[in-house]
């Protein structure tokens, strides 16, 4: 059975950086799709980041040039590098995983899902 368990939320100032971490258990990191998901109060889940197999990379808007994913095959670990957070980044953070899909858009509605952590940026 697959388990993903996120790491690494916690408060931060803005302008700050976190790195979260997705830990997976019964999947094989080297193939399928992956993203990191988002939702705050009130809101919509909205996807934030996502690689796929090649592994190709893809963000929201409102994330490009602050966030990186990336993905250590070897550790079956998804990461995503948040800099220069700001208080609108503030939101509960989703790692999710489709296996053995070769590409997904970055709001695909992915097959395992995590528990989420949750980030809070401060002004």
């Known amino acids: 059975q697959v388990q993903l368990v996120e790491s690494g939320g916690g408060s931060v100032q803005a302008g700050g950086s976190l790195r979260l971490s997705c830990a997976a258990s019964?999947?094989?990191?080297?193939?399928?799709?992956m993203g990191w998901f988002r939702q705050s109060p009130g809101k919509e889940r909205e996807g934030v980041a996502r690689?796929?197999?090649?592994?190709?990379?893809a963000y929201a808007e409102s994330v490009k040039g602050r966030f990186t994913i990336s993905k250590d095959n070897a550790k079956n670990t998804l990461y995503l590098q948040m800099n220069s957070l700001k208080p609108e980044d503030t939101a509960m953070y989703y790692c999710?995983?489709?296996?053995?899909?070769?590409?997904?858009?970055?709001?695909?509605?992915?097959?395992?899902w995590g528990q989420g952590t949750q980030v809070t940026v401060s002004s």
């Open positions: 999710a995983a489709t296996p053995g899909r070769w590409y997904c858009p970055i709001s695909f509605g992915h097959s395992y």
């Open positions: 690689i796929d197999s090649d592994p190709n990379r």
């Open positions: 019964g999947y094989t990191w080297s193939s399928g799709c």
